[in-house]
């Protein structure tokens, strides 16, 4: 049987690179479709029996650390090459690519690539291609500090954030409008471009703009603020955690702040 911790925050099985994920996914493929096929069925009796306990324990922290930990478990069966479930086959056609693969299907190409072992932009016509499917949506919490996606309507991950100080994250519904990796900061007290890298960097690895212009999901080069109202606005993920974000959430995605 698995065991399943409720207390404290769960970190070792944290995906800290996406490079991680994806070698972990490509040994499996090459062991075999028996070893592959039993580290799936454990991953779904693990998340069979996280959904449970959601069920029932009684207090919020217990619940948040249940839903950490089951948001890493649908994240790793998302990305196992065994698991079909809520994904369709694509057959690799003349003149395809990742990205117009990935705009039909309203995807990632950072998803597809994590979902078919690394795949790289030069593709084999008649190669089939595992692509997730349907909607994503995002609900930041300003009230407990917590960013949900949900895929296809149900729970898919959580993580903690921060919001903005004095509660001026603006509440309503917004569209993720770009998406950029290694973003340039434009600091707002002096319009200065502060390039990926810099010390005085503060929007971490990636950048999830709003439609809302000046807002957006981002990293962060302050970790130690998560949890608390400390941005000038925007919200603050840890990197790692907002890796899988920008993955998961195509331009379009919905996000809904609340109070």
């Not at 810099?198 to 690895?205: K, W």
Request: net charge positive; proline share 5%; aromatic share 6%.
């Amino acid at each position: 049987m698995l065991a399943i911790r409720v207390r404290g925050r769960h970190h070792p099985a944290r995906m800290k690179t996406f490079l991680t994920t994806v070698i972990v996914a490509a040994v499996l493929a090459k062991t075999g479709l028996s070893s592959a096929g039993q580290h799936t069925a454990q991953l779904d009796a693990q998340r069979r029996q996280l959904r449970q306990a959601l069920e029932r324990v009684p207090t919020e922290a217990q619940r948040r650390a249940l839903r950490e930990q089951l948001g890493e478990v649908q994240f790793r069966l998302l990305l196992d090459p065994v698991w079909t479930e809520g994904k369709v086959a694509h057959t690799v056609a003349p003149g395809d690519t990742l990205g117009r693969i990935a705009r039909r299907y309203g995807v990632t190409v950072e998803l597809l690539q994590m979902c078919n072992s690394g795949v790289v932009s030069c593709l084999s016509v008649g190669h089939t291609l595992w692509v997730p499917t349907g909607t994503v949506e995002i609900v930041v919490s300003k009230s407990s500090n917590t960013l949900t996606l949900h895929r296809n309507g149900e729970f898919f991950c959580e993580y903690r954030v921060a919001t903005g100080l004095n509660n001026c994250t603006p509440e309503g519904e917004f569209t993720i409008t770009d998406r950029v990796e290694r973003p340039t900061w434009w600091r707002p007290d002096d319009h200065r471009p502060i390039p990926f890298g810099h010390p005085d960097h503060e929007l971490g690895t990636h950048w999830l703009g709003w439609s809302r212009k000046g807002y957006g999901i981002h990293g962060t080069n302050k970790p130690e603020t998560i949890g608390t109202q400390a941005s000038r606005g925007c919200v603050r993920m840890r990197n790692e955690d907002v890796a899988v974000v920008y993955a998961l959430a195509p331009v379009g995605t919905r996000v809904i702040v609340t109070e």
